[in-house]
């Protein structure tokens, strides 16, 4: 398409130009596939442009809805809040333009639906038709972030039981999921956040996901004893919270890497991971007599152990103990350890050393006194030991100092491990 528009030159005399209108020019697939990448509201606002664009959001593959998109600015809200008036005006707006979308679509597939609604004064029941809509869709990715404190939100059971589904985020705060059955037969990622998940349900989970290789679980409430599966390669335990159950027992043969990030590890127990990689372990409490979390981990070639002042010295009661082994990591070529300190005497590197024949990289994370120094050490054979890299704060004296210490003492016990060797 060609448009004629005049502009003054410098000279101040009109002058015309051809405009050429690129985008026009464009075939369709490649408008709709521009598209993809707004909001659902934008994509429809392009609607107003030209007559060729009134329907062509309609073929987007995706849904994208945001509650918060429809809110007034934040002073405004916080006048509504003064004043004590509900939103209800615009939960009003955002339900008439998500039905609207949904009645202009008819049954076109859809590849991916996200849905936010977190205002904590307004109802989300109508999500739940929605989510009924798009189950049937036949949707790959589904993402809804669903949180107000004043009412109840449930899941329809046909969101478990979308055949195409490929990955499932559900955000919840701290609703129950209660599906009667799921089948879910491509599902490969699943995320859940801030969701009570019982035993039955992560039963009907793992057993009605056959294809299901990543799980996520996020700041979640964990009323079940256990993770047993054949497929999962990833599982990722960012925060829980589990007062009733005595413990949870992982044990996942196919298992290449597992990250654990919690304030207890006492109710943790590891079984049975002998595809197990890489592992990344944060605690604040150990809360157990044995450190069996290593034990399970002894085929890792990498570990990044991030610990607390409290759990750094329980695991350093627990090492003391003359009945406790510590585990041969025989695989491990990589350690990093976190939150580790001078006034621990080595004891848990001492370890690590004299039990991992093959560590070639050593990084410490050093936190003493406000102070953070970053030790990043090259292991050689024998007592052969150079520090690759320290970094650590601007100015902070102490940091050569520290890593004179630590390489003395690395070669050190490493030449006393020599000789008792050849004793």
């Known amino acids: 398409m060609h448009e004629w528009c005049l502009f003054k030159s410098p000279r101040g005399k009109r002058q015309k130009t051809d405009h050429v209108d690129r985008i026009s020019s464009l075939p369709d697939p490649m408008l709709i596939s521009i598209l993809s990448f707004l909001t659902t509201k934008e994509a429809v606002q392009t609607s107003v442009l030209a007559k060729r664009y009134r329907n062509l959001w309609v073929s987007v593959p995706g849904l994208e809805f945001d509650f918060d998109d429809f809110l007034p600015s934040v002073e405004i809200l916080e006048k509504m809040e003064e004043d004590d008036e509900d939103l209800s005006e615009y939960e009003e707006k955002f339900v008439k333009f998500v039905d609207g979308v949904f009645e202009h679509r008819g049954p076109l597939n859809l590849d991916s639906f996200k849905l936010v609604w977190t205002e904590d004064d307004s109802d989300p029941i109508r999500a739940t038709t929605w989510l009924d809509i798009v189950a049937k869709l036949k949707p790959k990715f589904l993402f809804v972030h669903i949180f107000t404190e004043n009412y109840n939100f449930e899941v329809p059971d046909s969101v478990f039981a979308s055949k195409l589904l490929q990955e499932l985020v559900l955000h919840l705060g701290f609703e129950v999921i209660t599906p009667r059955s799921v089948n879910l037969p491509c599902l490969k990622r699943?995320?859940?956040?801030?969701?009570?998940?019982?035993?039955?349900?992560?039963?009907?989970?793992?057993?009605?996901?056959?294809?299901?290789?990543?799980?996520?679980?996020?700041?979640?409430?964990?009323?079940?004893?256990?993770?047993?599966?054949?497929?999962?390669?990833?599982?990722?335990?960012?925060?829980?919270?589990?007062?009733?159950?005595?413990?949870?027992?992982?044990?996942?043969?196919?298992?290449?890497?597992?990250?654990?990030?919690?304030?207890?590890?006492?109710?943790?127990?590891?079984?049975?991971?002998?595809?197990?990689?890489?592992?990344?372990?944060?605690?604040?409490?150990?809360?157990?007599?044995?450190?069996?979390?290593?034990?399970?981990?002894?085929?890792?070639?990498?570990?990044?152990?991030?610990?607390?002042?409290?759990?750094?010295?329980?695991?350093?009661?627990?090492?003391?103990?003359?009945?406790?082994?510590?585990?041969?990591?025989?695989?491990?070529?990589?350690?990093?350890?976190?939150?580790?300190?001078?006034?621990?005497?080595?004891?848990?590197?001492?370890?690590?050393?004299?039990?991992?024949?093959?560590?070639?990289?050593?990084?410490?994370?050093?936190?003493?006194?406000?102070?953070?120094?970053?030790?990043?050490?090259?292991?050689?054979?024998?007592?052969?030991?150079?520090?690759?890299?320290?970094?650590?704060?601007?100015?902070?004296?102490?940091?050569?100092?520290?890593?004179?210490?630590?390489?003395?003492?690395?070669?050190?016990?490493?030449?006393?491990?020599?000789?008792?060797?050849?004793?």
């Open 190 to 423: 699943l995320i859940l956040d801030s969701i009570e998940i019982r035993e039955e349900v992560m039963e009907k989970l793992l057993s009605g996901s056959p294809a299901l290789e990543e799980m996520v679980l996020s700041d979640c409430l964990l009323s079940f004893c256990g993770i047993s599966s054949c497929t999962l390669k990833h599982l990722i335990i960012d925060g829980y919270h589990n007062e009733k159950a005595p413990e949870i027992l992982i044990s996942i043969p196919s298992l290449v890497y597992l990250e654990v990030r919690c304030w207890a590890m006492g109710k943790l127990k590891f079984k049975n991971l002998k595809s197990l990689v890489k592992a990344q372990i944060h605690f604040h409490d150990l809360s157990d007599d044995e450190p069996l979390f290593l034990t399970a981990l002894s085929n890792v070639t990498s570990l990044e152990l991030v610990l607390s002042v409290w759990a750094l010295r329980d695991m350093k009661d627990v090492l003391e103990k003359e009945t406790i082994k510590f585990p041969t990591l025989n695989n491990l070529r990589t350690l990093k350890i976190g939150g580790w300190s001078l006034s621990h005497d080595f004891d848990l590197v001492d370890h690590f050393l004299l039990h991992a024949p093959n560590l070639e990289k050593l990084t410490l994370l050093h936190r003493e006194r406000m102070t953070c120094c970053n030790i990043e050490l090259s292991l050689g054979l024998g007592d052969c030991l150079d520090i690759v890299e320290t970094t650590y704060e601007q100015n902070d004296k102490s940091a050569s100092e520290l890593a004179k210490i630590v390489e003395t003492h690395f070669k050190t016990i490493r030449e006393a491990h020599h000789i008792s060797s050849e004793l």
